[in-house]
């Protein structure tokens, strides 16, 4: 079962260093400390609190605070999203603040996007405010870390 | 973040590319990382690999609790290894607890392994069925309130422990 998280990576990230050449050891940890993964068919309930990235291949309810934030074309994210970077290519309701907002065209939000850069692909769908605010001011927002 | 493929030729952009496809590759296998704390449920049909902190309940097919995790919840799964540090109760057809594990849970199984070295408190009972306590069907999970996450304090231990306990008994 393991091998296929191996392909998981090769496709995921284009390269291979991330989990090291045994791929995912069960117990051994992925070795990937900052990267996390919302497979297809899970759903959270809750808060997600990372330093480092997470990917949403399936469905989160509650708010995502980390560095960078993906959302996947499968992905369903509601509630709101504090990142540095946010890329959206499948559905998210809700509120993003964050510095670098990139949408593409299979997106649809429903909601505000508060950015410094906000990039959008045709065909996006957003429904919502995107107010510009000073680097400074989202980077106040900015994610939670371990210890706290 | 993203610089790290770049490095890679071949790969193509960076942003569009693996994300798009709602195909099996992408996302099969969840993956909660060390650094990823989770407050709240995680449902799953599938394979969820716990290296981070989840305080709140976990249902899925199949979970590993990696080493460093730290899980403050019932697990409710067909087949769970632990070698982390669990506490909340356990319901699963397999249970497999390495000697890294710090285990303080009651334990509903059906085959257990437990490996020397593991550090075990709590009760543990064979749940004699065909079908695994956690066995109600695996339905997408909705969020009771609205996106506003409820903060989890106590794990909803109560309630799952009655649902399994009518569950299987009948046969």
Redo the contacts between chains.
């Keep these: 079962m393991f091998s296929k998280a191996v392909g998981l990576e090769h496709t995921l990230l284009g390269h291979t260093g991330l989990f090291g050449p045994a791929g995912l050891v069960p117990g051994a940890g992925v070795g990937a400390d900052d990267l996390s993964v919302i497979g297809a068919g899970l759903s959270v309930v809750g808060d997600l609190r990372s330093p480092g990235e997470i990917q949403v291949f399936g469905a989160v309810y509650g708010e995502v605070n980390s560095r960078t934030v993906i959302v996947a074309a499968s992905g369903h994210v509601e509630g709101w999203i504090y990142a540095s970077k946010v890329y959206v290519h499948g559905s998210f309701t809700g509120r993003i603040e964050a510095i670098e907002v990139t949408v593409t065209s299979t997106a649809t939000i429903f909601g505000d996007i508060y950015h410094h850069i906000l990039t959008v692909d045709p065909n996006a769908v957003i429904d919502g405010l995107r107010p510009w605010r000073p680097r400074s001011h989202l980077e106040e927002r900015r994610p939670w870390h371990p210890g706290e | ?2 610089g ?2 770049d ?2 030729p ?3 952009t960076e ?8 195909g099996k ?25 716990i ?2 902190t989840v305080e ?1 309940d976990i249902k ?1 097919r ?1 979970l ?5 995790a730290q899980i403050q919840g019932s697990i409710s799964a067909d087949t769970v ?1 632990i ?2 540090s669990i506490s909340g109760k356990v319901d699963a057809t397999t249970v497999k607890i ?1 000697k ?1 594990a710090n285990v303080a849970s009651d334990i509903n199984y059906q085959s257990l392994s437990i490996e020397d070295g593991a550090v075990l408190e709590g009760s543990i009972r064979r749940v004699d069925s065909s079908k695994p306590a956690s066995d109600s069907k695996v339905s ?5 309130v609205a ?6 304090g106590a794990p909803v231990g109560a309630a799952s422990r009655g649902e399994a306990d009518s569950k299987p008994m009948v046969g």
């Design positions: 973040m993203f790290k493929t490095q890679d071949g790969a193509p942003r569009t590319d693996p994300f798009q496809s709602t590759t992408s996302g099969e296998v969840s993956i909660i990382s060390a650094d990823l704390k989770v407050i709240g449920n995680l449902q799953s049909d599938g394979e969820i690999q290296d981070g709140g899925s199949t590993t609790v990696g080493e460093r290894r070698c982390g390495t890294t997408t999970l909705k969020p009771s996106p506003a996450a409820p903060k989890v």
